[in-house]
């Protein structure tokens, strides 16, 4: 047991070699562009909505798609005749924090490239992923509560459902659609990074 935790400890002391740092400052680039487009993209579609309705999820807002986002608008209407509760941005509490976060990635992979040590990368990856579940995982729950929570005096009244977080699925007459978009992307290519980082540096002498 003590030979591992003093591996481990000689691991986290590496230095980073030249790469490993630029990969790092890459990485936090990727961090930086992800604020500036959606996360998420949610499509409904059925016979009177051929064009589909789309909401986009991104890091600070929820926008619909759409002329000046009339989509939301449309799609909040629809849920007020199955007793959905309105989609509100005030719900979200996790969009508050969210840019704050993004702005701490960034501030700790331009950190760790100047202060070239593995156990900043290793931290900063394992704070990044566990960010990441949760804000997944609340994201789920809430969707979860919109579809459950239904209210019975409502005009239509149709089965409890879950909004699907990723692929495709019937609700009533219509075909709820939900993918990952280009902010998500680049937030995956910074965690890639960041492993690309470790990886590279791995066989570096403390």
Not at 44 to 65: D, S, T
Not at 127 to 142: D, E, K, N, V
Request: proline share 6%.
């Amino acid at each position: 047991m003590s030979g591992l935790l003093r591996a481990e400890y000689r691991f986290l002391r590496k230095p980073l070699n030249l790469p490993s740092r630029l990969l790092l400052v890459l990485a936090a680039a990727s961090v930086a562009a992800a604020v500036f487009f959606p996360l998420w993209k949610m499509e409904l579609r059925a016979p009177q909505y051929a064009e589909g309705l789309e909401l986009f999820i991104y890091p600070w807002k929820i926008e619909g798609g759409g002329l000046n986002g009339n989509d939301l608008r449309e799609i909040n209407n629809l849920n007020h005749y199955i007793g959905m509760k309105p989609i509100e941005q005030a719900d979200f509490a996790e969009m508050q924090v969210m840019p704050f976060m993004f702005g701490v990635f960034i501030l700790l992979a331009l950190r760790a490239a100047v202060f070239g040590v593995m156990g900043a990368v290793v931290d900063l990856f394992m704070l990044a992923a566990y960010f990441g579940a949760f804000s997944i995982g609340t994201f789920y729950y809430r969707l979860h509560s919109y579809g459950h929570n239904l209210d019975p005096r409502a005009p239509m009244e149709i089965e409890p459902f879950t909004p699907l977080l990723l692929g495709t699925q019937k609700i009533a007459n219509f075909t709820q659609s939900s993918y990952p978009q280009w902010g998500a992307c680049l937030l995956w290519i910074f965690m890639a990074l960041l492993l690309l980082a470790i990886w590279l540096s791995r066989k570096e002498q403390v």
